[in-house]
Nanobody, 117 residues
Framework: VQLVESGGGSVQAGGSLRLSCAFD????????MAWFRQAPGKEREGVAS???????IYANSLKGRFSISKDSSKNALYLQMNSLKPEDTSMYYC????????????WGQGTQVTVSS
C-alpha cells in the first residue's frame, strides 16, 4: 500500500487546511487509516483514525476542530483542520493497516503544516 500526503502549507492562526492522503487502488477494502503528527523534538501523536466500518476516533484535544473522512471513489483520505493554532504546527503523516491491532504498517512521507500567530 502506497500513501502520499498533500495539502500542507503555511497558514495563520484561525485558518483552515485540508490534508489529503492518496492511496493506491489495490488498497484492501478492510483497511483502517489514520493521521498522525510529529513536531520537532516531540513524540509522534495520533490525530484521528478511521476504521473500515466508518467509525472515527479523535485525539481529545482536537475534537471539534479536526475531521477525518475518506472517499473510496477517489482513493483518498482527508483531514479537515479548522481553527488552527500555532501548536498544530507539525509534520502530518497518513498511515494504514489491515490488522486488528493498534499498529500501522504503511506510512506516507508526511506533509508539513505550519501555523503562525
Amino acid at each position: 500500500v502506497q500513501l502520499v500526503e498533500s495539502g500542507g502549507g503555511s497558514v495563520q492562526a484561525g485558518g483552515s487546511l485540508r490534508l489529503s492522503c492518496a492511496f493506491d487502488a489495490y488498497t484492501p477494502a478492510n483497511v483502517r487509516m489514520a493521521w498522525f503528527r510529529q513536531a520537532p523534538g516531540k513524540e509522534r501523536e495520533g490525530v484521528a483514525s478511521l476504521a473500515s466500518d466508518g467509525s472515527s476516533i479523535y485525539a481529545n484535544s482536537l475534537k471539534g476542530r479536526f475531521s477525518i473522512s475518506k472517499d473510496s471513489s477517489k482513493n483518498a483520505l482527508y483531514l479537515q483542520m479548522n481553527s488552527l493554532k500555532p501548536e498544530d504546527t507539525s509534520m502530518y503523516y497518513c498511515a494504514a493497516d489491515t490488522s486488528c491491532g493498534g499498529g500501522f504498517r504503511w506510512w506516507g512521507q508526511g506533509t508539513q503544516v505550519t501555523v503562525s500567530s
